[in-house]
């Protein structure tokens, strides 16, 4: 390798670092899920200059689109679900007919 391709791995290998340790210390789901995102670019961006274009293709598909928006689906199904279960304890506590109608 020579000088400017082992500077871009430097480079590369900062951005990789400084994602991974804003997606561990992220608190919020989605802040999580863009973080991890932004660090499946900054995978693949190391892999194309290592010279992986096959590995990078294929980090850019699985670890910047399709799992943070499987994480993303996850905390809404999480999140809505539990919404739905507040407001169902709400309704059937109204009164003795154990959530049927009259």
């Known amino acids: 390798m020579n000088g400017i391709a082992q ?3 430097v480079v590369a290998l900062l951005l990789v670092a400084a994602s ?4 561990a210390l992220a608190r919020d789901p989605v802040t999580q899920s863009t973080l991890l995102a932004m660090l499946g ?4 961006v190391l892999f194309t200059v290592l010279q992986a274009p096959d590995v990078a293709l ?3 598909g699985v670890g910047t ?3 943070p928006l499987l994480i993303l689906l996850t905390v809404r199904k999480v999140r809505r679900g539990t919404g739905e279960d507040e ?16």
């Open 7 to 9: 500077y871009l791995v």
């Open 20 to 23: 991974a340790t804003a997606a």
């Open 65 to 67: 689109a399709v799992t």
């Open 41 to 44: 670019i900054a995978l693949a």
């Open 58 to 60: 294929s980090q850019l």
């Open 87 to 102: 407001g169902a304890k709400t309704d059937s506590s109204d009164g003795d007919t154990g959530g049927r109608r009259r």
